[in-house]
């Protein structure tokens, strides 16, 4: 026996498959429309750390440049002050300038900490490239305490050349920066023990911050790359 179905029956399921359907539409639409707006979200983010990163490696470089001055100082000026090598005054007050010199870098982390604050790292979609990111941006707080642990020795380096010099002290941003009297120099620091155990020490930081922050430019210098490949995408 044919068992009829009202027409009712097949209009109400034919409306709810057709409310299935749009609700369906309706949320993949909405996910599009999300997705799109993260993904010109996240290409704004990643163009803006690309120029802090490049500002970064500029600074880099530039402490790289610094730091190398200072550790050439430091050893020449022990070797001076042992008598092995023989200075004139005016490299005297160069090179006790340069002996100063220590790390300032600053870094540049107001995206990813922008991120962090905001719950947003997951616009950041590569998760290998975010894991490097955030590696990266942790590294920085090292240069904090390499700041510290140089500043201290340069004060003590510059308690000795105030005990025994009178300093100049020019505008910024002329070379050298602090001039000493050579002449008092010679006689008050030459052959001081203290002042080339304090140069040595000096040169070991300088030397061991030159190496991290080679190690931090050539981290920055490939996140640049791998961040630029992404924004062109």
């Known amino acids: 026996m044919e068992v009829h179905k ?35 979200e996240a290409k704004r ?7 802090e990163l490049a500002r970064d490696s500029s600074d880099l470089e530039l402490n790289i ?14 070797e001076w002050s042992q008598g092995r090598l023989e200075l004139e005054n005016d490299s005297i007050a160069v090179y006790t300038n340069n002996s100063l010199l220590y790390t300032w870098f600053a870094s540049n982390t107001a995206e990813v900490e ?44 510059m308690d000795l050349y105030k005990r025994n010099s009178r300093i100049t002290t020019l505008l910024f941003p002329q070379e050298p920066f602090w001039v000493m009297d050579g002449v008092a120099l010679s006689k008050g620091l030459r052959g001081n023990q203290l002042f080339e155990n304090t140069l040595q020490e000096k040169k070991l930081v300088d030397l061991f911050v030159i190496a991290r922050t080679k190690n931090a430019l050539k981290r920055a210098t490939t996140l640049l790359s791998e961040l630029r490949q992404e924004v062109e995408q």
């Open 6 to 40: 009202p027409k009712f029956v097949k209009g109400f399921f034919l409306e709810i498959v057709v409310i299935v359907i749009g609700i369906s539409l309706a949320i993949g639409a909405e996910r599009w429309v999300e997705h799109t707006r993260e993904s010109k």
């Open 65 to 78: 440049k610094y730091l190398n001055r200072a550790a050439v100082a430091d050893s020449l000026l022990t």
């Open 114 to 157: 922008a991120l962090k604050g905001s719950g947003k790292l997951h616009l950041i979609e590569n998760e290998e490239l975010l894991s490097k990111l955030l590696k990266h941006y942790d590294r920085y707080a090292d240069f904090e305490i390499y700041r510290s642990w140089a500043e201290r020795i340069s004060i003590e380096l």
């Open 45 to 51: 983010v990643m163009t803006r750390m690309v120029a």
